[in-house]
């Protein structure tokens, strides 16, 4: 299939029913029940769950297979999402154009950075990576405000001279679209107390994810894989092989770059506007984070990853105190005080504690991150699973260490 072969055709098509089953799997919960709330199933929240996959694939390709540690990709990210909107201001309301051009400037750009912050490695290439983000931030903050709208941000706006396209349609701005399409088209589907949800622009980014993860198991099994790989184990034996590592990190961070600027390209195309803020430092440090969480160096950990973290950020900063008061109510008063007490500091404004403590707990136990996991209960089940088998039913010439 597509020339993949054993484990990593096994996971490309879970990945891909993953993807399309996506708003039956996230909406586990009936919409009139308390626990509605847990459900992650409107396009929003999905269209985030595989564009900032998108953005952790991209970031591991250099970050797990390099180990070149960058701060500073949401420079790419955003500017991706500035060209995006470029040209859905000058050219076409449909979002091709604009998804094409936000990894292409991407890549220009990842190519004049990593030309200059790859002169370097360890912490100096984090810290240069950090200050051209940190530059990119400035310059689209107060600096460029001609190009990229200052702090307001860039935005369509009635007046644009569109060529391949009308400004307004009966005194609105027209709807971004994929020849004709809609991105906010799509159904609902009711099924007793069940109510799902499916998008057009969530399939859109859904489809997009899962060529760029194809794209990645590809990258990961080729020879130039192989090289990236060897640049992380041991640079000074790979020159003395008469190999130069440079062009070989400097292809991976164009790449990773070009990620990050077809998530840019994503996010406008779903919601057509571009902010500095996506180039602050902190929008780098969450991908680091998502991939880290996930796993770094592994093809699907920085998918769940990513899935795990804007999960925490729009399903648990939404839970209130009284939400909890409703969750304690048949105890008594005091105690239902002393519960939302406890949990307050944790869900709300406060769910960065507790993404910050689960991250904690994933570096200390689970170095390989969410991935790891997965495997250790495998193991575990199968290990049982054996157990039960050698017990139930004896084979003669049986190693009972095995």
Known sequence: MLGLHGKDKKMFLVVIALTLLAPFLLNPFPSGSELAQFNAGYPDLMQRFVIFGIFA???????????????????????????????????????????????????????????????????????????????SFALAYSVLTPITNGETGLQLALDDPRILGVSQVDGTIPATNFFGIEMRDGFELALGPWEFTFNFGYYLCAVIMLIAFYVSIRIFRSPFGMMLRAVKTNQQRLRYTGKNPRPYTLAAFIISGMYAGLAGGLMVAMDPLAGAERMQWTASGEVVLMTILGG??????????????????????????????????????????????????????????????????????????????GQRLGRLFRRRDGSNDSAGTPTPNANPAE
């Open 57 to 135: 694939i991209g970031f591991n390709i250099l970050f797990g297979l390099t180990g070149y540690l960058s701060f500073g990709h949401a420079a790419f990210l955003g500017v991706g999402s500035y060209a995006g909107v470029w040209m859905l201001k000058l050219l076409t309301m449909n979002v091709l154009p604009a998804i094409v051009v936000s990894v292409i400037f991407a890549g220009l750009f990842s190519a004049i950075v990593g030309y200059i912050s790859l002169r370097r490695s360890g912490i100096y290439f984090s810290i240069l990576t950090l200050a051209f983000a940190q530059m």
């Open 296 to 373: 770094v160096g592994t093809l699907i950990g920085p998918v769940l990853g990513a899935g795990v973290i804007k999960y925490f950020e729009n399903i648990f900063s939404k839970i209130n105190d009284n939400v909890l008061y409703g969750w304690f109510s048949m105890m008594p008063e005091g105690m239902q005080d002393f519960f939302v007490f406890i949990i307050h500091p944790f869900i709300g404004k406060g769910w960065h504690l507790t993404l910050g403590i689960m991250f904690m707990l994933v570096v200390i136990f689970l170095p390989g991150g969410v991935v790891e996991g």
